[in-house]
């Protein structure tokens, strides 16, 4: 295991148009459907400068949310590699690191941070 990395078991691997995004599977409390979900929720897409509408919304207890294309969900046991100095402000701190999966890395985000760095974008396009 790489120095400053920890094993983190539960992820939900999202898709974000062609792009990829992980959250931990503690943080979500709920899965919605845009058509039942009542709170602004932006999109991942957003962050990638994708105009995708998303067929999932994860929410977190706090109430945050974040609108994905698609998720499956990955209960292996995964190393967590940290996130390097120079992105740790990257959308509004909601970097945790990455994993790696079937020969990919994807990044953890917070989904409380990340859905707070979504808020504005997604108040906005109402």
């Known amino acids: 295991m790489a120095t400053g990395s920890r094993s983190i078991t539960g992820m939900l691997l999202c898709r974000a148009g062609h792009q ?17 979900f009542g709170g602004w929720a932006g999109s991942a897409c957003q962050a990638f400068g994708a105009a995708t509408a998303a067929e ?8 945050e949310a974040v609108g994905v294309d698609a998720l499956e969900i990955d209960s292996e046991p995964l190393t967590l590699l940290p996130a390097p100095a120079l992105l740790a402000r990257v959308a509004g701190g909601s970097l945790r690191g990455f ?3 079937r ?10 941070d990340f ?8 108040r906005e396009a109402a």
């Open 115 to 122: 859905g707070r760095f979504l808020a504005p974008s997604a």
């Open 20 to 36: 990829r995004v992980a959250f931990s599977a503690h943080e979500v409390a709920t899965i919605e459907s845009p058509s039942t």
């Open 56 to 63: 999932r919304i994860l929410v977190a207890a706090t109430g």
């Open 99 to 101: 994993v790696q999966v």
């Open 103 to 112: 020969g990919a890395l994807w990044p953890l985000m917070s989904l409380v």
